[in-house]
DNA sequence: GTCTATATATGGATAGAC
DNA sequence: GTCTATCCATATATAGAC
């Protein structure tokens, strides 16, 4: 007869990254209890040291999993045949959308920078790919530079932080703001708004004319 | 003789506090451990139940000390003499560097946004207060419409909420996006331009001219 | 108002069987 | 590859002295 369980060793690590994901980002690192994320993985605390050696190498690995899938959703995005105010509107949205869909990311990127980021700094797989996800940003502004329908002048990593800003506090900061207000910000109705400021904002910030003084 | 220590109720409660305030916001709600706070505070941990009655009511201290601080700030916030489009960059740029000045705030409102604001949402103190922050952006919102200066149909909570997406990113997110885009958010060069990128993103936000299509 | 001491609980990490 | 059992560290919460 065979061991206790079936030996699934792929199913059963994808099970624990993925519970550890929701209890790393509902709790945080040192909240996070490993006995939790075994019990949801339908497994014992031990697989945890055994896959992934501790608590640490498991929350790494739960970062690493979310910086990978932004990465290829970043990649997929189709800008083809789009002018330059069509694709920053469609790269604006994007954002907007990729953080109300992925909670768990801006929860565990909240997490990671109450650690002042330090996994991070060690991650090699991270931090080698970093780079990537300005390119489609940067030849959009450039095209729309050279049509005249973006000023010049513009920081390309800055327009990234205005539109990772605005779609990331729309999620991150949701419960707050939504108690201080009574705005439910990722209600699907505010969603449709808020996707259109955006667009108004980022599209302000690149206007030509120069702001009315 | 007296007791082992002088009886300083109001200031080993601000102690206590202030310490607790620290620890909350680098460890989480769940991960603050009240040993350290007490021995931060040099005081011994029985006093967290006497003055608080627990881990909870402390960390619900620690919130509305924050919010307090930050409505009084906005009070004192001085337009006099200010045309719209000045006194609404003054009104950004405040925005901008409170945050960095308050990172505890910052750092706790991501804590209360983890547990879904279920603190706040108790705290009859900070919810009576929540409304009175908007008052001097709408009515400058308004002076700038009546002038021609700044666009008609701006939702003012949406107008707030483009400044603190801004300013809290820049805060929150700091060391993630610090260590992927290789750029310090919060240092005092960058804090300058970040400063004059916001103030455009507003003024353009604002601006009457439709953007270009 | 503050301290010391302690009862009690919880969970991390590892060893060893199958 | 998975489980059970256990050791050990740590922290909470309270009781009681001063």
């Not at 709790?27 to 896959?51: C, D």
Request: with cysteine; hydrophobic share 45%.
């Amino acid at each position: 007869m065979s061991a206790n369980k079936p030996k699934e060793p792929e199913l059963n690590r994808a099970s624990l990254l993925a519970a550890a994901s929701l209890e790393f980002a509902s709790r945080g690192f040192q909240g996070a209890r490993l006995e939790v994320i075994a019990r949801e993985a339908k497994i014992t605390r031990a697989m945890v040291y055994y896959y992934f050696g501790g608590r640490e190498g498991l929350y790494l690995a739960a970062l690493e999993e979310v910086y990978r899938h932004i990465r290829t959703s970043e990649r997929a995005i189709d800008l083809d045949g789009l002018g330059p105010v069509d694709a920053m509107r469609k790269l604006t949205c994007f954002r907007i959308d990729y953080y109300v869909e992925n909670p768990l990311m801006v929860a565990l990127l909240a997490i990671e920078n109450q650690h002042k980021a330090e996994y991070l700094k060690n991650s090699q797989e991270i931090s080698a790919r970093a780079g990537i996800s300005l390119e489609p940003l940067e030849s959009t502004l450039r095209q729309g530079q050279a049509a005249g329908v973006f000023r010049p002048g513009i920081d390309v990593v800055e327009l990234h932080q205005v539109m990772v800003s605005l779609g990331m506090f729309n999620v991150s900061n949701q419960h707050t703001f939504g108690a201080v207000f009574s705005r439910a910000l990722c209600s699907p109705e505010q969603l449709v708004r808020t996707r259109e400021m955006a667009c108004e904002v980022v599209l302000g910030f690149l206007a030509p004319q120069a702001s009315p003084l």
